[in-house]
């Protein structure tokens, strides 16, 4: 069995998914009673969108002394959001005012962003992450989806790593908020590109099919899938709303709904692929059903709102207490199942 966990994007709801990641590290260290047990050990694969590329960046960052061992834990992964949420997402009034009027082509600068990011993971490269990843993105130039693989980047050498504060801040360069990241690989080659969510809000599609593509004896029924989500808001646009507004005003809504009919869709579609070979247990989606107690908005990084968020996401971890144990209890014992196998095939050679 092949255990995939994919992050959503969701920009500063990405503390949703980060306090369901802490509750599960949480979880496995008790069961196991070893405090030093990561998350990340017990997964085979790992996808991410925007926030959730972030997330998995830091999670399978290494350490500077010791690069088999990851550098942060998932609370300090958390903290990306709960110390620098409102930095990231700070915009100056005159930034704002031009913005209204379709003044300036995004909210944000990316700068401040840049400057969080380099601080996590300096001068780290797409190839020396943990395990196995996908990070989503979309090349406006080429009119295709990116795709940045761990796998590709060590296979390939520099005509396909990156480094990791680029990658990052290209999966979250949603249009409007923050403007296009044009970033180079260590070769040189340019990538003019935005975030991955243009395509693959939740990107647990993406990784199935790479990892049936990558280890190919591998099927569907031989695949189990966490997919933790930010949260679909359920905003009503009016038409005369819309029809008003200047085209650059409703950039925000467009990327709104574009996210949310993505997620939507790719969950559809996993729920029945699984269904269709009776195992539908396989796909494990997570995510909170109503927004309606937040501002459900990507850069809603004011300090009221983060507290609202952390407040949903602890109710969320409350509300799935029994499944995140049933989880744990799986993990735990197929990580122990593959070290036994690994043991014996070992023996037998």
Known sequence: MKRIL???????????????????????QRATKNPSARLTDYFDFFAGTSTGGILLSILLCPDDQNPSKQK???????????QHGVEIFSARPWRRFLNKFGLLSELYDATILEKVLKSYLGDKKLSELLRPCIITAYDIELRKNHLFRQQKAISHGDSRDFYLKDVCR???????????????SLAKTRYPLVDGGVFAHNPSLSALLEVIK???????????????????????YKYEDFKKKRAISIGPALVDIMSSSSAESTDYFLKQLF?????KSNYIRIEPSN???????????????IQKIVSLADKLVSENEEL???????????KKNKENESVWNFLKR
């Open 170 to 184: 290209a999966t979250s360069a949603a249009p409007t908020y923050f403007s296009v990241a044009e970033i180079f």
């Open 291 to 305: 927004l309606s107690s937040i501002d459900p908005s990507m850069d809603a990084a004011t300090k009221t709102n």
């Open 6 to 28: 994919s992050i959503d994007g969701g920009g500063i709801r990405g503390i949703i998914p980060g306090m369901i990641l802490v509750a599960l590290e949480e979880k496995i």
């Open 324 to 334: 995140l144990d049933e989880i744990v209890k799986d993990l735990i014992r197929d």
């Open 214 to 236: 990558s280890y190919k004896s591998y099927k569907i029924d031989d695949i189990w899938i966490l997919s933790l989500g930010t949260g679909l808001s359920k905003i009503s």
């Open 72 to 82: 942060y834990t998932t609370k300090q992964a958390l903290d990306i959001y709960l």
């Open 275 to 279: 269904r269709s070979v009776n195992e």
